[in-house]
Nanobody, 127 residues
Framework: QVQLVESGGGLVQFGGSLRLSCVVSGINLDSQAIGWFRQVPGKEREAVAC????????WYSDSAADRFRISRDNTKNMAFLQTSSLTPEDTGIYTCAISASGAVIVQCNKIGAYRHWGRGAQVTVSP
């Protein structure tokens, strides 16, 4: 059974940073797409940053570009989202997701690209 578990969320002040981690078990990370998504009450889940599969190119939302960095360590079956210069607009539940093994994903910002999802970690940024 594939499981994804996020950690590293919490309460941080305006301008602060957090490093979110996602531990994957039940499957070996190799070329799958990996994505980080954010959801706030009343809004749809939205992609923040992701890796496309195979070539591993990255994508960032406009709000995340220049402030967030996605990374992965396949040897440890982990993915990361380093955030910085956080604002209250970044508040939400951050969830990691991976695509099915072997899937060719070139639009990693799409929810439909992913097969497996974590339960999320709360990030709250105070003004």
């Amino acid at each position: 059974q594939v499981q994804l578990v996020e950690s590293g969320g919490g309460l941080v002040q305006f301008g602060g940073s957090l490093r979110l981690s996602c531990v994957v078990s039940g499957i070996n990370l190799d070329s799958q797409a990996i994505g980080w998504f954010r959801q706030v009450p009343g809004k749809e889940r939205e992609a923040v940053a992701c890796f496309n599969s195979i070539a591993g190119s990255t994508w960032y939302s406009d709000s995340a570009a220049d402030r967030f960095r996605i990374s992965r360590d396949n040897t440890k079956n982990m993915a990361f989202l380093q955030t910085s210069s956080l604002t209250p607009e970044d508040t939400g539940i951050y969830t990691c997701a991976i695509s099915a093994s072997g899937a060719v994903i070139v639009q990693c910002n799409k929810i439909g690209a992913y097969r497996h999802w974590g339960r999320g970690a709360q990030v709250t940024v105070s003004p």
